[in-house]
């Protein structure tokens, strides 16, 4: 298949290995400006993906290896087990429900172990690059694989970001857009608008646009109108983590979408993958949900739009039940949201 241009990759090393250095797309800050901000530490780059400078679980993963990487420049001879295991930790604890991260910095821990004081810095270096480039292969493989699963002439509703910016290049929701929209079989994507922190208007829209796909930016809470007037033909979101049994934690609003795809007999697709499945949480109430700041709730950027003072509940994440699921699209394929298919993805 040919796949239409990728427009943006938010994440980026400049250098060699030994004096090169981290550079992340600032997010927070599109669609009105886009400015890239230098990181030279892993503690500064745990905080970039704390602040959500980059967001989005592939993304997550890939910026934390390269923080590995930075840990690695900054101890030099000093390297040693005790104080990388340290630097894992600082970013590992950045954000808690996306496993991605934890998965990439296990594979860069598997890398360090395997290494000795002098290849250690290029032994990671290479870990980062190989976890970049396969990230933007999976999210390919995953978008052909779902593309597959749709008719012509399809509209497909989607939340929160999913794409280029919340990988390391084409996107996982939105790889199947994208995929889709190469074979023609695209006619529109309603991108749900995703408050309180508004991924979908600010960064979906976005990359849409660059893109020159038919796309239209919906409120929240239109999707069960737009469903109710058989406006929507199939409904595709992200995942931060997948538990075992298939029950999937993504960006807060996509339960409430599950289920109204469900009363309107729609079919409700996950698009994630492999390392965003979690075979060691069971179901979805392991899933631990990142409680944030009320201040997203009650102000947008500077202005306030809510009383001073108002009590607001900021759950970053909800769990969408596996029997909701129609079906979880990966690179390897597509299976059944139950035990036996996420087990299936992992037979060989």
């Known amino acids: 298949m040919t796949h239409p241009m990728t427009t943006v990759t938010p994440v980026r090393w400049v250098g060699d290995a030994r004096t090169g250095h981290l550079e992340l797309l600032d997010q927070r800050l599109l669609p009105g400006e886009e400015t890239w901000r230098v990181y030279h530490t892993y503690e500064t780059t745990a905080g970039a993906i704390r602040d959500m400078v980059v967001r989005g679980a592939p993304a997550i993963g890939v910026t934390a290896a390269w923080g590995v990487v930075l840990a690695a420049q900054e101890l030099g001879i000093e390297i040693s087990a005790e104080a990388m295991a340290n630097a894992v930790d600082v970013l590992g604890d950045a954000r808690p429900t996306a496993v991605n991260l934890h998965w990439a910095l296990e594979r860069m821990g598997r890398v360090l172990d395997a290494s000795t004081k002098d290849d250690a810095l290029d032994n990671v270096f290479a870990e980062a690059e190989r976890i970049r480039d396969e990230d933007v292969a999976t999210n390919r493989a995953i978008g052909d694989n779902g593309a597959a699963l749709l008719d012509s002439d399809v509209r497909i509703l989607t939340i929160c970001n999913t794409g280029s910016l919340a990988t390391a290049g084409y996107g996982t929701a939105l790889g199947i857009v994208r995929s889709a929209a190469s074979t023609g079989k695209l006619t529109r994507v309603y991108a749900c608008e995703t408050r309180p922190y508004l991924q979908g208007a600010r960064l979906t829209m976005w990359e849409l646009m660059k893109d020159g796909l038919p796309s239209t930016l919906i409120t929240d809470s239109m999707a069960g109108h737009l469903m109710q007037r058989g406006e929507v033909d199939v409904v595709i979101a992200g995942a931060d983590r997948i538990a075992a049994n298939g029950d999937t934690a993504n960006k807060i609003g996509t339960f409430s979408l599950a289920v109204l795809a469900h009363h ?85």
């Open 264 to 348: 309107h007999d729609l079919p409700f697709y996950i698009a994630a993958p492999l390392s965003t499945i979690d075979r060691a949480t069971a179901d979805g109430t392991g899933i631990p949900i990142e409680q944030r700041s009320a201040e997203e709730v009650t102000r947008i950027k500077d202005v306030s739009i809510a009383p001073d003072g108002a009590d607001a509940l900021h759950p970053a994440f909800d769990v969408t039940p596996a029997q909701l699921i129609t079906g979880i699209v990966t690179e390897k394929g597509v299976v059944e949201a139950t035990e036996a298919g996420i087990a299936s993805l992992f037979a060989d």
